[in-house]
């Protein structure tokens, strides 16, 4: 069945280049799949363009700030159009990091420690006072963090107090709320989960090893050969489980749909703790997501068809039955 | 249908096992992600080194190509010596007398852009692990050409008068003793990029003569050299040495067009030698097309009379630039008072990471720079910026300051508010030894004290 797909990329986000990536191989894969493709850098043209496209079905192939926090889904709702992935309020969740953190808590998901401050506190309410006391609760180092911002970036390590103002102001600067987590030492893993007949399925684990860098950053994500992935990762059969136990409790407690990929750190002991979820995982030839996809013997082709179809099929179920 | 085929992470693994050990030097970074959202018509991008071509007239463009394609199709199209013609090597010379030099157009290859002469000499004087030297911060440019070298780049810090050569001759006698010999030390001497400084005249003479009696070859790069607002020209190294050991970079980039991607190197024959055939591996030659553009413009004779409009044009937007970083930037910034050239580098408090405040210039306030990490091999430059003022409006230049002014000034607050420190206590004395200075930031002059902050705006 040919559909005519609408891929939306690009955009003024801070990850706008890694959506273009993302976006470059899924023409590509639809293409293949002998879709009908129209590739569109979202602008405030989008609407109309979209409404004069004739598009079936849109692939969202945004990250960051408008692409994956909602704002463009709420858009796709209202002029009816269906899409690949969660829907409004589950991108809204997964994008806000202290808003997951919090739903994490609560359900009794295991997340690192953490204080969640607007720039407000700080200008209006004296937060900086509460500084210390929060230092001392998180230890050193301590991870400072934007809380709406993907690809690592404003990600900030103070090793002392004298680097927590620093690296506020950092990561204020991608977002007017920022989260202080205390430090987990371990391994970094990450399980993608798509929805599959029977419900949503966790992928085989992937372990990020990065080469030279303390921590995955930026650079290391994006660039080949910078970091070593091993999936299906490393690990004893028990932990395996409790992680992709974790990553389904995750998806499920944030209402995503279609896929996401869920990221964690082991620390020695063991017990997997829960990051973020990623609503639109990056789908870039680096990647985590597709690499764990093709661990299960998902091929690129296989995901994007079946992410294409999933939201023809979700579009079809009453509106709000599922989103 | 295009047949492209499927990337699986396995081939990427593949590939990945067969790239060389240098690439491992060559990175992309989240700086260059964020530059591409810069190219955004509402962003004003002060980050750019980009001439101003929209001043050079299009009717001598158009005259020029019209008398190539009737009296010189054939040759236009077709390879040249490696070299490159000899009648774009007289108009080479006659830009390096311009400059106070006078040259053998034998000493002379023309290259594909000054960025290829970079790589050129890189490539013919470097090994593995060598040391190239260069100022801190250097040409942001020149940083990746030396890392897929893999040489080990020293940087050496400037202040108002470019190269502190005490601070050089201090490294080169560490290096010595350390059995390290430097191979090239590479310099932009006048109005240099980024910091917009130029080495003194003492400080020149010094140089020739350490390059001398070290033996060691200096890597003159003077693209910007014509582009002087006011003062006297200062004698380029190679007029001072003689061309023994320094090599000469030159640009068409900056005083006719970067697109013409035209440059040359002037060198001593046994070097000129290796370059030329690294350059016949490299590309065979340069475009032919585009010296025959050069030959034909340089025979209208106009050319320096396009340099003095230029000058004009961008000695008022300098003076703007000025004009709106004295207005506009907080009093803990400080900035260099380049006397030409195109940049103006510009140093924030210590606390402040301009590769993050750059994020948020570009997403609140449609502005963008060059943040100072991208001058130097190892990280530093944290705090400070490069601004180029050649390539837009002077209005532009004005709303471009403020709106970075006003996101540094929001910076500055909400770190007085958590760290406790008052917001607008300047971050350090105003004379600070060497020694103290933080190594994040540079040694770059200060702001006059005299320059009074105007009111701000709105």
Same mark, same amino acid.
Not at chain 1, 132 to 139: C, F, K, N, Q, V
Not at chain 1, 164 to 182: H, I, K, M, Q
Not at chain 2, 350 to 356: C, L, M, Q, V
């Given at each position: 069945?040919?559909t005519r797909?609408?891929?939306?990329?690009?955009?003024? !986000?801070?990850?706008?280049?890694?959506?273009?990536?993302s976006?470059?191989?899924?023409?590509?894969?639809?293409?293949?799949?002998?879709?009908?493709?129209?590739?569109?850098?979202?602008?405030?043209?989008?609407?109309?363009?979209?409404r004069?496209?004739?598009?079936?079905?849109?692939?969202?192939?945004?990250?960051?700030?408008?692409?994956e926090?909602g704002?463009?889904?709420?858009?796709?709702?209202?002029?009816?159009l269906?899409?690949?992935?969660?829907?409004?309020?589950?991108?809204?969740?997964?994008?806000?990091?202290?808003l997951?953190?919090?739903?994490?808590?609560?359900?009794?998901?295991p997340?690192?420690?953490?204080f969640a401050?607007?720039?407000?506190?700080f200008?209006?309410?004296?937060?900086?006072?509460?500084l210390?006391?929060?230092?001392?609760?998180?230890?050193f180092?301590?991870?400072?963090?934007?809380?709406?911002?993907? !690809?690592?970036?404003?990600?900030?390590?103070?090793?002392?107090?004298?680097?927590?103002?620093?690296?506020?102001?950092?990561?204020?600067?991608?977002?007017?709320?920022?989260?202080?987590?205390?430090h987990?030492?371990?391994?970094e893993l990450?399980?993608?989960?798509?929805?599959?007949d029977?419900?949503?399925?966790?992928?085989?684990?992937?372990?990020?090893?990065?080469?030279?860098?303390?921590?995955?950053?930026?650079?290391?994500?994006y660039?080949?050969?910078?970091t070593?992935?091993?999936?299906?990762?490393?690990?004893?059969p028990?932990?395996?489980?409790?992680?992709?136990?974790?990553?389904?409790?995750?998806?499920?407690?944030?209402?995503?749909?279609?896929?996401?990929?869920?990221?964690?750190?082991?620390?020695?002991?063991?017990t997997?703790?829960?990051?973020?979820?990623?609503?639109?995982p990056?789908?870039?030839?680096?990647s985590l997501?597709?690499?764990?996809?093709?661990?299960?013997?998902i091929?690129?082709d296989?995901?994007v068809?079946?992410?294409?179809?999933?939201?023809?099929?979700? !579009?079809?179920?009453?509106?709000?039955?599922?989103? | 249908m295009?047949?492209?085929h499927?990337?699986?992470s396995?081939?990427?693994?593949?590939?990945?096992?067969?790239?060389a @050990?240098?690439? @491992?030097?060559?990175?992309? %970074?989240?700086?260059?992600?964020l530059?591409?959202?810069?190219?955004?018509p509402?962003v004003?991008?002060?980050?750019?080194?980009?001439?101003?071509?929209?001043?050079?007239?299009?009717?001598?463009?158009?005259?020029?190509?019209?008398?190539?394609? @009737?009296?010189?199709?054939?040759s236009?199209?077709?390879?040249?010596?490696?070299?490159?013609?000899e009648?774009t090597k007289?108009c080479?010379?006659e830009?390096?007398?311009a400059?106070?030099?006078h =040259?053998?157009?034998?000493?002379?290859?023309v290259?594909?852009?000054?960025?290829?002469v970079?790589?050129?000499?890189?490539k013919?004087?470097?090994?593995?692990?060598?040391?190239?030297?260069?100022e801190a911060?250097t040409?942001?440019g020149?940083?990746p050409?030396?890392?897929?070298?893999?040489?080990?780049?020293?940087?050496?810090?400037?202040?108002?008068?470019g190269?502190?050569?005490?601070?050089?001759?201090?490294?080169?006698?560490?290096?010595?003793?350390?059995?390290?010999?430097?191979k090239?030390?590479?310099?932009?001497?006048?109005?240099?990029?980024?910091?917009?400084?130029?080495?003194?005249?003492?400080?020149?003479?010094?140089?020739?003569?350490i390059?001398?009696?070290?033996?060691?070859l200096?890597?003159?790069?003077?693209?910007y050299?014509l582009?002087?607002?006011?003062?006297?020209?200062?004698?380029?190294l190679?007029?001072?040495?003689?061309?023994?050991?320094v090599?000469?970079?030159?640009?068409?980039s900056?005083?006719? %067009?970067?697109?013409?991607?035209?440059?040359?190197?002037?060198?001593?024959?046994?070097?000129?030698?290796?370059?030329?055939?690294?350059?016949?591996?490299?590309d065979l030659?340069?475009?032919?097309?585009?010296?025959?553009l050069?030959?034909?413009?340089?025979?209208e004779g106009?050319?320096?009379?396009?340099?003095?409009d230029?000058?004009?044009?961008?000695?008022?937007?300098?003076?703007?630039?000025l004009?709106?970083?004295?207005?506009?930037?907080?009093?803990q910034?400080?900035?260099?008072?380049?006397?030409?050239?195109?940049?103006?580098?510009?140093?924030?408090p210590?606390?402040?990471?301009?590769?993050?405040l750059?994020?948020?210039?570009?997403q609140?306030?449609?502005?963008?720079?060059v943040?100072?990490?991208?001058?130097?091999a190892?990280? @530093?430059?944290?705090?400070?910026?490069?601004?180029?003022?050649?390539?837009?409006?002077?209005n532009?230049?004005?709303?471009? =300051?403020?709106?970075?002014?006003?996101?540094?000034?929001?910076?500055i607050?909400?770190?007085?508010?958590?760290?406790?420190?008052?917001?607008g206590?300047?971050?350090?004395?105003?004379?600070?030894?060497p020694a103290?200075?933080?190594?994040?930031?540079v040694p770059?002059?200060?702001?006059?004290?005299?320059?009074?902050?105007?009111?701000?705006?709105?």
């Open positions: 069945m040919s797909v609408a891929i939306l990329k690009g955009g003024p !986000s801070l990850e706008r280049q890694v959506s273009l990536r976006a470059a191989r899924v023409q590509d894969a639809l293409e293949r799949l002998g879709h009908e493709v129209l590739p569109i850098d979202v602008d405030s043209t989008l609407i109309e363009r979209l004069e496209s004739g598009a079936d079905v849109a692939f969202i192939a945004l990250h960051g700030r408008g692409g926090d704002t463009v889904q709420e858009l796709l709702e209202i002029i009816g269906p899409y690949t992935g969660s829907g409004v309020l589950a991108c809204m969740r997964s994008m806000d990091k202290v997951t953190k919090h739903l994490l808590v609560e359900e009794g998901i997340t690192p420690d953490f401050f607007s720039e407000v506190a200008r209006e309410l004296g937060a900086a006072d509460a210390p006391a929060i230092e001392e609760r998180l230890g180092p301590l991870v400072v963090k934007p809380a709406a911002q993907g !690809s690592a970036l404003g990600i900030e390590f103070a090793a002392s107090p004298a680097d927590v103002p620093g690296a506020l102001v950092a990561a204020f600067s991608y977002d007017d709320r920022v989260l202080l987590e205390r987990v030492r371990g391994r990450a399980v993608g989960l798509l929805e599959m029977a419900g949503v399925e966790a992928l085989p684990v992937l372990e990020a090893k990065p080469k030279e860098e303390y921590f995955f950053d930026f650079e290391a994500r660039e080949i050969g910078k070593d992935y091993v999936c299906p990762a490393d690990l004893p028990d932990v395996t489980a409790r992680a992709q136990e974790l990553a389904v409790a995750t998806y499920r407690l944030l209402g995503c749909y279609g896929f996401a990929r869920v990221d964690m750190m082991l620390p020695e002991d063991g997997p703790q829960v990051l973020e979820a990623q609503a639109i990056g789908l870039t030839e680096t997501y597709p690499q764990a996809a093709e661990a299960a013997g091929s690129f296989d995901l068809s079946r992410l294409v179809e999933l939201a023809l099929k979700n !579009s079809a179920a009453p509106t709000g039955a599922v989103r | 295009p047949d492209r499927q990337t699986t396995h081939e990427i693994e593949r590939y990945a096992g067969l790239f @050990r240098r690439t @491992r030097q060559m990175r992309s %970074s989240a700086m260059r992600d530059m591409a959202i810069t190219a955004r509402e004003i991008s002060l980050a750019g080194g980009l001439p101003d071509t929209s001043t050079f007239p299009p009717d001598t463009f158009a005259a020029i190509t019209a008398r190539i394609a @009737r009296e010189s199709c054939a236009a199209l077709q390879y040249g010596p490696t070299e490159g013609f009648a007289h080479i010379a830009v390096m007398a400059e106070g030099m =040259i053998d157009v034998d000493d002379v290859i290259t594909t852009g000054g960025q290829q970079i790589d050129l000499v890189t013919t004087l470097v090994d593995p692990g060598d040391v190239v030297i260069c911060p040409y942001p020149a940083v050409v030396f890392s897929s070298y893999e040489a080990d780049v020293v940087q050496i810090e400037m202040d108002a008068d190269m502190r050569i005490d601070l050089l001759e201090e490294t080169l006698g560490r290096l010595e003793r350390e059995e390290r010999r430097p090239f030390i590479y310099t932009v001497p006048t109005f240099q990029n980024p910091a917009g400084v130029t080495l003194s005249a003492p400080r020149r003479q010094r140089l020739v003569e390059a001398r009696e070290r033996e060691l200096v890597l003159e790069d003077n693209p050299g582009l002087r607002y006011e003062g006297d020209p200062l004698p380029p190679r007029a001072l040495d003689g061309g023994v050991y090599l000469y970079l030159g640009t068409f900056k005083i006719l %067009s970067p697109g013409i991607r035209l440059g040359w190197v002037a060198a001593p024959a046994p070097v000129l030698t290796k370059i030329n055939l690294g350059k016949q591996a490299a030659c340069t475009s032919s097309l585009t010296q025959k050069v030959e034909g413009y340089f025979a106009r050319w320096r009379g396009y340099v003095q230029l000058c004009t044009i961008y000695r008022r937007r300098r003076d703007a630039m004009d709106a970083l004295a207005e506009f930037f907080p009093p910034a400080e900035w260099t008072q380049p006397g030409g050239g195109l940049f103006i580098w510009a140093t924030l210590d606390f402040i990471d301009t590769e993050d750059l994020a948020k210039a570009i609140q306030e449609n502005v963008a720079f943040p100072g990490s991208a001058a130097y190892d990280g @530093r430059g944290g705090s400070s910026m490069r601004l180029n003022f050649s390539a837009v409006s002077e532009d230049i004005v709303e471009g =300051i403020r709106r970075i002014g006003k996101v540094i000034d929001a910076q607050s909400l770190y007085g508010t958590i760290s406790g420190r008052a917001a206590a300047p971050a350090q004395a105003p004379e600070v030894e103290d200075v933080p190594t994040n930031v770059l002059p200060q702001r006059p004290s005299d320059t009074k902050r105007g009111a701000r705006g709105s």
